[in-house]
């Protein structure tokens, strides 16, 4: 199975800030046929199911704002929010659709500072 | 609009069987992979299972691989998991979930239900 392996657990941000979540998988989710990342960003708020903010690692979901980018290849990601807003408090996964099982990450909790 | 409405949640003791399902709405059920993902209480969100579009194809966490069976039926857009010899730590929201996929293969989540809690204790 890929493991996931996100970082930080938790950031403290100050708004108007940048927030940045990594994810590193144990092996390359990388499709070399159609150079593809096979990694996906999820947003879940408290109370909340998750939204996909971010697929093929790069590729901002319709209606995301664009203070949420997405960049990395192979193994290694990142997820940034350029300047967090109070609408940004939430845990963020990761997930690779490489293959099966799926596996997400175990999360990253974004809070105010 | 996309609506996933799950049901079947509840107490179960450990060792027993629940069943949960999911009505869908609003697009095209027969022509998607389906998934079950699942958050225990205050944890991270676990995939369990996905389904393809018709059924052909599926794919189970280790954790509940040989308990739990996904299944579908596409005349009555529902899909449902069959889950038997339960354990506390199957303890969590069960959350029906829609592949973005058109089709054969599954890739990542567009579209999550509400959840259901379902609680193993005895």
């Known amino acids: 199975d890929i493991v996931m392996t996100q970082s930080p657990d938790s950031l403290a941000v100050s708004l108007g800030e940048r927030a940045t979540i990594n994810c590193k998988s144990s092996q390359s989710v990388l499709y070399s046929s159609n150079n593809k990342n096979y990694l996906v960003w999820y947003q879940q708020k408290l109370g909340q199911s998750p939204k996909v903010l971010i697929y093929?690692?790069?590729t901002r979901e319709s209606g995301v704002p664009d203070r949420f980018n997405g960049s990395g290849s192979g193994t290694d990601f990142t997820l940034t929010i350029s300047s967090l807003q109070a609408e940004d408090v939430a845990v963020y996964y990761c997930?690779?659709?490489?293959?099966?099982?799926?596996?997400f990450g175990q999360g990253t909790k974004v809070e105010i500072k | 609009q996309m609506q996933l409405v799950e049901s079947g949640g509840g107490v179960v003791q450990p060792g027993r069987s629940l069943s949960l399902s999911c009505a869908a709405s609003?697009?095209?059920?027969?022509?998607?992979?389906m998934h079950w993902v699942r958050q225990a209480p205050g944890k991270g969100l676990e995939w369990v299972a996905v389904i393809w579009y018709d059924g052909s194809n599926r794919n189970y966490a280790d954790s509940v691989k040989g308990r739990f069976t996904i299944s579908r039926d596409n005349s009555k857009k529902t899909l449902h998991l069959q889950m038997n010899s339960l354990r506390v730590e199957d303890t969590a929201v069960y959350y029906c979930?829609?592949?973005?996929?058109f089709g054969s293969g599954t890739y990542w989540i567009d579209y999550w239900g509400q959840g259901t809690l379902v609680t193993v204790s005895s």
């Open positions: 997930q690779q659709y490489y293959t099966t099982p799926r596996t």
């Open positions: 979930a829609k592949d973005v996929r």
């Open positions: 093929w690692a790069s």
């Open positions: 609003g697009f095209t059920f027969s022509s998607y992979g």
